[in-house]
């Protein structure tokens, strides 16, 4: 197992680089086919990018394809602080580029059944502001050299069964999960007060190893017309001494946050339907996703809530070439705490606006794709998430921490504001044998 996990993490530092994402902590497609056209991809075939999204549709492949390219992902993240007297002075995540590879093969092996393997970078996230620490001449701290990674990684090899106008795909699903928390804190003696020292609170990086399934499946209406559902199954994942350790600065037996929070960490489950509709040149596609944050292991217990995801995407099929665009909506997941009253609200709240700000709700996708030779084609595909701002109420802790700095009881009324933008640019090669 020993000798397992260490290839795996040898691969996740090939694939999946500290993968940020967009629906929650995943990414809205894999591939720069399914990218460019919303990260639709339930109904509509993209070849060896299929693998992922519903391992059904591989069923309509044709001889051999390998698929490999490349993410240069560009988040842009700040934060204005939590004991920040200026209030909006924001201060920019370094975290703010990643490369995510990823790399999937398609192969005929009878007139009905077809074999694949995909392995990606899926999901993921992560801050870094290690450069702002904490104050001990105003006792205030910002982004107390907060820094967050959770990257996730799946193998995937799927085999599909399929008939004239139907075909059904089963993959297990083999996933390796990495996630790291750390930041520094005000040190605070026996009698409750600063001691006018910092320490540092982390564990160093855990990783688990899971396994779960997919299912898919295709009908084919008529010639034109396809529609197609999958199921992705929870994956659980535990971080040992992450949260936990991430989360027993902020335990007061005195209040509601009494126990600190849980390691496990649930990769959560996806139900997905799609359609797709061609006329001659043109072909329509459109998703509906629904992912299961709000029955996830420590999602659920953050405030998570189930996200439903709409994607829409338009591909124009030329002679020798390809062009698409595609829209994706899905709300921020993360419901705000009440933390005007509840110290574990504020507490969840701070952890969810500055560790795992997965708040990014609206993306316009396009692209195209170029065959090189009859064999050899190259696509494309930027992604362009718009800004969102997203303030929390943090009362609650910044009024605990005041009280230790004065020495009495405070009321420290304050808020948490994050602003996150995004922007992607795919490349791939497909090759045809």
Known sequence: MKKTKLALAISTAVFASSAMATNGTN??????????MGGTGVAAYYGAENVVVNPGMIGKSTGTEFSFGGTLFKPDVSNDGILDANGQSFEKSSADTFVIPSVSLTSRISDSLTFG???????????????NAFDMATGKFDQFEAQSNLQIM?????????????????????????????????????????????????????????MGYSIGGYFDVSEDLTIAASYTSAIDMKYDGQLSTASTSFVNPATDFTEPFGDHLEQPAELKAGIAYKMNNITLTGDFKQIKWGDAKGYKDFGWEDQNVFSIGAKYQGNGFWLGAGYNKAD????EQAAMTSYAGGVKNMFNNVFFPATTEQHFSF???????????????????????????????????ASIQAGSPTYAPSDNTTKHSQTAYTVSVRYNF
């Open 154 to 210: 799946r193998f995937v090899p799927t085999l599909a069964y399929n008939e004239a106008n139907f075909g059904i795909g089963f993959s297990p699903v083999i996933q390796y999960g990495a996630l790291d928390i750390n930041y520094t804190m005000p040190e605070i003696s026996a009698g409750g007060a600063f001691t006018g020292n910092s320490k540092s609170v982390g564990k160093g990086m855990a990783s688990d190893l899971g």
């Open 27 to 36: 990414m809205t497609g894999v591939g720069a086919q399914s990218s460019a």
């Open 117 to 131: 393997i995909g392995m990606y970078g899926t999901s993921g996230m992560g801050v870094d502001y290690s450069n």
């Open 367 to 401: 692209g195209g794709g170029y065959n090189l030779t009859k064999n050899v084609a190259i696509d494309a595909a930027v992604v362009i998430v718009p800004e969102v701002k997203t303030t929390v109420d943090m009362t609650s802790v910044t009024s605990a921490f």
């Open 332 to 335: 921020n997941p993360i419901k």
